[in-house]
């Protein structure tokens, strides 16, 4: 937690400091752990924590106004690979790491959502204490559009453009 302060993703309050309407908009949140394993022998590689807002308490039009990322089908991953594999060219993918802690509101085409979440169970905090979201979280319906218009915008600032059939995949004319 003391990383996503640092980072700039919270910031505290009090919860008798909030407007009744900004109380309406405090929802729980958990630790999720994984552990990384070795496929080999099984023995753990790396233990992470991921912050999760109970989104699950959210409702459409209340806590957010649009939930929809577009997301490729199958279909167009193997027609790209399929056509790839004919003509002889690369294909590239990328895998983000802590994804939605690079997505940003501000991509958004609408107003980012403003909400709290009350600090995860386990996490010593003083009692009253809210933590406003300033940046995408893991179990917001919202996350997931924000990282969409993020890399939407980075891929079209490197010269990409969406592939026309698919609005998560772009294409960039090969360099002369």
């Known amino acids: 937690m003391e990383g996503l302060f640092r980072r700039g993703c919270f910031k505290k309050h009090r919860l008798c400091d909030l407007t009744a309407e900004q109380r309406k908009s405090v929802y729980g949140s958990s630790f999720h752990l994984k552990i990384k394993r070795y496929a080999e022998t099984g023995m753990a590689k790396s233990l992470k924590t991921l912050l999760v807002v109970m989104g699950n308490q959210m409702k459409k039009g209340e806590a957010y106004v649009d939930a929809f990322a577009p997301v490729p089908r199958s279909t167009a991953g193997r027609i790209l690979m399929s056509m790839a594999a004919a003509l002889d060219l690369e294909m590239h993918c990328v895998d983000f790491s802590q994804a939605f802690i690079q997505a940003d509101w501000a991509a958004l085409p609408e107003k980012a959502p403003q909400f709290f979440i009350h600090p995860p169970s386990g996490w010593k905090e003083e009692d009253g204490v809210v933590y406003e979201c300033l940046s995408p979280r893991y179990g917001h319906p919202v996350s997931a559009r924000s990282l969409h218009f993020t890399l939407d915008a980075w891929m079209k600032s490197e010269g990409f453009t969406q592939s026309g059939f ?11």
């Open 166 to 176: 698919e609005d998560s995949m772009w294409i960039r004319e090969a360099d002369a």
